[in-house]
């Protein structure tokens, strides 16, 4: 009986190594029937989808960050020395050009102008008594020419005593508005001592700084825009463009002026200044296809007409709604706008219509 489990254990054994060698054979045999792997798939060019579009005519403006500042502004001076004895104005008023804004004590001035005016009657009185007798031949013609001299002097002295007198008066050299005043009744003014300040708001000047590149593109008497702060805006035109760059910042100022009645925009506001520039060659775009090098050059990819990507860098020149304004393309190009992330410059690719999936073949911008 013993005998009998030894054969049986052999048989099953004999039976399981028949079952794993059948089994070994069909996995060998589906092996060998396997077909290889087809290598042109992976060789074959990347597929991208493209858009022809055509650079249409953009209306471009340089934007400068600036503020506002005053057509003029002046300190005025005392020219004379003496008591305040009038104040004729309030800080923030305004005044017109020959407004008295001080008076100052005369003093002794308008003895001096008349002992002045005596002397000149009385060299003029001499003058014409030398003329007489130098007619008759009685007096040299030096000594007329002497006495001559005389009223030229004392015409002189006239002339600067009334000037003395005059500079008590301390009038507004132009329209303006009176931002400071430095003396009240009874103070004492020295010569070039501050008086006042006032300043000419009307014209009211955005003063900002353009690039290099910009600059190029702006000259003197071109429209521009002022814009403040709370939304404002003011028509102007530009009326000054420096000659020499800022040496730190390599930048040149631009003056725009506009008109400011009531002088109600006051010196100091951060503005806004818009220049229109020329129209530009212009293709929109989705942000989204923008590329970056690894230098930071922003561009896009487009279809050469080897249909090989190429890298085009360019100048985003304003948006809108429906996407980015770029410069700096050719006027006709075949833009990828899927599939631009897998490729790179140099890349021979099948490119197919974003709208029809038909093929673009080379030539398609001719």
């Known amino acids: 009986m013993k005998r009998s489990y030894i054969i049986s254990l052999l048989l099953a054994i004999a039976a399981v190594a028949w079952v794993a060698s059948g089994q070994l054979n069909s996995a060998e045999e589906q092996v060998a029937k396997k077909p290889p792997a087809d290598l042109s798939v992976a060789n074959s060019p990347a597929k991208v989808r493209v858009r022809i579009q055509e650079a249409v005519a953009r209306s471009t ?12 502004a002046v300190d005025i001076k005392s020219e004379a020395r003496g008591r305040v004895i009038e104040v004729a104005v309030e800080k923030g008023s305004r005044v017109e050009a020959g407004d008295v804004i001080v008076r100052l004590a005369p003093e002794y001035r308008p003895a001096r102008l008349q002992k002045a005016k005596a002397l000149l009657k009385q060299r003029k009185i001499e003058y014409e008594a030398a ?19 005389e009223v030229e002097a004392a015409a002189a002295e006239v002339e600067e005593a009334e000037v003395a007198l005059s500079n008590l008066v301390i009038k507004a050299p132009f329209d303006g508005v009176v931002d400071d005043r430095a003396m009240e ?33 702006l000259k003197i008497g071109d429209p521009g825009q002022i814009r403040l702060v709370g939304g404002q805006e003011l028509a102007g035109r530009v009326r000054f ?42 293709h929109r775009v989705s942000p989204a296809i923008l590329s970056l090098t690894d230098e930071g050059t922003v561009g896009i990819k487009i279809l050469g007409a080897d249909s090989k990507v190429e ?18 393309l050719p006027e006709r190009i075949i833009l990828i706008t899927v599939g631009q992330d897998y490729v790179t410059p140099g890349q021979l690719v099948e490119a197919v219509d974003e709208a029809t999936l038909d093929p673009v073949q080379q030539g398609a911008l001719e």
Do not use: C, M, Y
């Not at 009744?185 to 700084?209: Q, S």
């Not at 360019?314 to 700096?328: F, K, N, P, Q, T």
């Open 185 to 217: 009744v009874g103070d004492f003014a020295d010569v070039g001592d501050i008086v006042a300040r006032i300043v000419d708001l009307d014209p009211i000047l955005a003063v900002g700084f353009a690039s290099q590149r910009d600059v190029a593109q």
């Open 61 to 72: 403006s340089t934007l400068l960050r600036g503020d506002t500042q005053a057509e003029r």
């Open 241 to 282: 463009i420096s000659a020499v760059a800022n040496p730190e910042t390599r930048t040149f100022r631009i003056e725009i002026e506009a008109e400011n009645p009531g002088s109600r925009i006051p010196d100091g506001l951060i503005a806004e200044l818009i220049l229109p520039t020329e129209d530009t060659p212009a």
């Open 311 to 328: 890298f085009h860098p360019v100048r985003i020149i304003g948006e809108d709604a429906e996407g980015v304004w770029l410069a700096g």
């Open 131 to 149: 003329a007489k007798l130098a007619k008759k031949g009685f007096r040299a013609e030096t000594n007329l020419a002497a006495a001559k001299a």
